[in-house]
């Protein structure tokens, strides 16, 4: 996925499928997911808002 760390990406299908990817792969655990990104910030906070 590309997304530039002072931008937005060009296209939200790349965000929504590793949304979706996630918890399929999850399913129905409880356990919390660690989402972090390079600033541990920006991108991982627009992923935690999508979610």
Same mark, same amino acid.
């Given at each position: 996925?590309?997304?530039?760390?002072?931008?937005? @990406? +060009? +296209?939200?299908? @790349? #965000? #929504? +499928?590793?949304? &979706?990817? *996630?918890?399929?792969? &999850?399913?129905?655990?409880?356990? @919390?997911?660690?989402?972090?990104? !390079?600033? !541990?910030?920006?991108?991982?906070? *627009? &992923?935690?808002?999508?979610?």
């Amino acid at each position: 996925m590309t997304w530039p760390t002072n931008g937005v @990406p +060009d +296209d939200p299908i @790349p #965000l #929504l +499928d590793l949304r &979706y990817r *996630v918890r399929r792969y &999850y399913g129905s655990r409880t356990t @919390p997911i660690l989402v972090i990104c !390079g600033t !541990g910030a920006a991108r991982s906070a *627009v &992923y935690i808002a999508v979610d």
